[in-house]
């Protein structure tokens, strides 16, 4: 039943789509309707990239003159035909995208709305000069109307049906690639970058990508949009459209592709109804765009109650083989001696600050090493080094006979090191479920494979009850074992635990433990740093002590506890007792 | 023809330093792109105008009131505006300062007229002759007032206690918050200053390019990427970035050609990001986890 109403609902909506230019009869206001999907379209493409991704673009306005002025030369200049200049146009504004996104992207932060407002009008002052391409101020007219074998879409209602079709095409589109694992991926880099490529997401790629495909869809919406109008002119596409498209989605609701059709018709609307008044119009939609922010921050959409408004569906949980992360890496128990990780002189300098120097150390397979000393000894700084958070001074890391000490984190991490932030780092939007599945994208695998390793992952470290909350939602505790079975999903050979016992109470300190232990007992090597020492006494095989970020004593707990030195330096009496 | 270009550029950059200060020090209290820095500018230029021309107060004088003004105008935009969304994502405070831009010119539309205001030059004479060069006047005024001000800024903000706890503040919020700092009026105080940088800016270049309502559009976008030059995280980076900037520009448009004057500034931009990200000044980031 279900099913069947999802396609009345449909059929509904095609019927209301295909009967409004019937109703709409009013040459004027059909103009207003095809102006709104013409926006609309940019404004599904600037939303993949900026509320999807998270990543502010002002300047989708020289994107779209981009796809304009193309298609205006090729059919009005060269004379060719519409069907040649819109593959051109789509393709020059998505190339121009993927190059501002290269110049751009690698960084963290406003760097792309600088950079995109610098197009925007590099672009503006082009099209204003380069005369022999765009006419120069008086920009291009009489731009040939589209015509479909010798049929011309020469009217607004022969318009509305012709470009109606394009907008659907891309709300499909970029639907499908919003609950993609792509999609999964980039709203992972939007909710928290760092842990997106701590568990493997190529971040800069993503966003790159995803810009390309945004400014792409700008340019297809030039396409469209010059020969709809005829005529085109710099002062089409300035700064203040691109503003115009961000409020849109900001209206509608950031990361929601239907979202940003509503936005766009809230907004065209609001504009037309200003009109009355028009030296005021530019003040009250300020106000407006003000409030809207200061009070409903999610947009008309977010408006509508959590329970309406439904995510990704994904298939339950079946138990299926051996259960109980039945996948990771064969048992390698028996490869106890072998050693897995290698780090040979490792030296970071903070300044003048030497915060690790030349420490040594091997770490075997399925061993529990922890790594203890006083604040500032280190430890952390040389596990961020491990994972490739700072770039090493000098040293080399050797993972299984191969060198990592250059790779990129997102690398590292799928070579086989996943790790725990001190502050949990965990994708809050997103549902336990999917946290674990932004790690868990293998390319060869279907969706539907990935889905039950991510819950046979949530049942091995006790959270699949769990799997559809929101992490946002989740305690403490939960939200730490979320950070641990997300590092699972990549199947590592190496786990890195920042103080996992930090803040839990007795209960949650020997639950952690435990999971430790059976973490380890599926040959997974765990290095961890803690302050606990109940626990760090309790389950290391192996404890590495620095102090001044050098090696001061190595040993088994037993030693360590009575090594007079590591007392003096930061054990105390209590903890030796605890051993004894 | 050098020596004319120099003078020229050095007061543009000045221009550019001032209102880059502004953002600096925003983006250093809050992580805040303030894309109205523009917009406060030109009402700078218009408070001024209005003591000046039509109130007809002497020149010293109107400019103390269009900075008073325009500190005031600052607050009123941090209590209304940020101070509400201090919990909101970064995203919806970067388009409050948008929409506050937009709202800003369109007041000023409103109250002053969409139309070109003259502004009357400070001195009676319009340029002076050095070794057989002529300099204009303004650009003269222009970078010593320029001097004057970030001088008396150095001074407050590194040896004053409110200069200090303004840096504390702009460091690390949180530190600075558990330490006593009244975290809240410092950004106030950020904002505030800002705007009054700007507000005297917009006045120094008035009676050069005249006043109205978008006048401060594209410096506002010029001064944001003199910061970006220079380097996000260093409050004088804006001003080395913005001398940089403005001597670019004069020197491309004197010897190049003008019709590519406002590309530069962006060029500069993009190459910037890809390959000196941190600025001039800054250092390489670390991403802190």
Redesign the interface.
Known sequence: MKLNNKYLMLLALLVVLVALPFIVTNTYYLHLVNLIIVYSIIAIGLNLI?GVT?Q?SLGHAAFWAIGAYTTAYITTTLGLSFWISLPLSILVAGAIGII?G???L???G??L???T???G??TH??LI?WTSFSGGPSGVFGIPTISIFGFEINSEFRFYFFSLLFLVLVYSICKAIVNSRYGRSAIAIRENE?AARAVGVNSTKVKILVFGVSTAIAGLAGALYAPWVNYISPENFT?AES?LF??MI?MGG?GSIPASIVGTTAIVAMSELLREVE??R??I???I??LV??FF?KGIIGMIPEKFRKGVVYPDFKLQGLGQYSKVIKNRFDEKDKIVLKAEGITKK?GGLTAVNQVNLQVGVGEIRALIGPNGSGKSTFL?CLAG??EIDGGVFTLENNNITKLPIYKRSKSGIART???I?LFNEMTVLENVLVAINEKNKREKQLVQDAYEILEFVGLLDKANEKVSNLPYGHQRSVEIARALALYPKILLLDEPAAGMNDTETAELMDLIYRIRDKGITVIVVEHDMKLVMGIADFITVLNQGQILAEGTPLDISKHEDVIKAYLGKEAVNAVS | MFIQQLIAGLAMGSIYALVAMGFTLIFKSMKL?NFAQGDLFMMGAMFGYTFYSIVGLPLVLSIIGGMVLSFLLGALFERL?LN??KN?????L???T???G??L???A??IWGPDTLPFDTFSEVQTVTLGGVSIRTQDIVIVVVTILAVSIFHYFFQYTQFGKALRATSMDRQTASAMGINVRVMILLAIAISSTFGGLAGMLIAPVYFVYPTMG?MIG?KA??AS?IGGLNHIYGALIGGLFLGLMETFVSGYISS??K??V???I???V??FL?SGILGKKA??K?
């Open positions: 900026t998270g502010i501002v290269y110049f751009t690698h960084l963290q406003p760097y709305a600088m950079a407002i610098g197009i009008e590099i002052q082009v000069n760092n700064f503003l961000l409020t900001m950031m030296q005021y530019l003040i939609y300020a106000l765009i003000i922010i200061v921050p903070f961020n958070w700072y932030f001190q502050n780092l | 792109v505006a509400p969304l909101a994502p970064e995203m919806s970067l388009l409050v948008v929409a506050t937009i709202l010119q369109n007041l539309k409103l559009v976008l944001f990427i970006v019709a590519y406002d590309i500034a962006f060029v931009l993009i190459v990001l890809r990200p670390i991403n986890v």
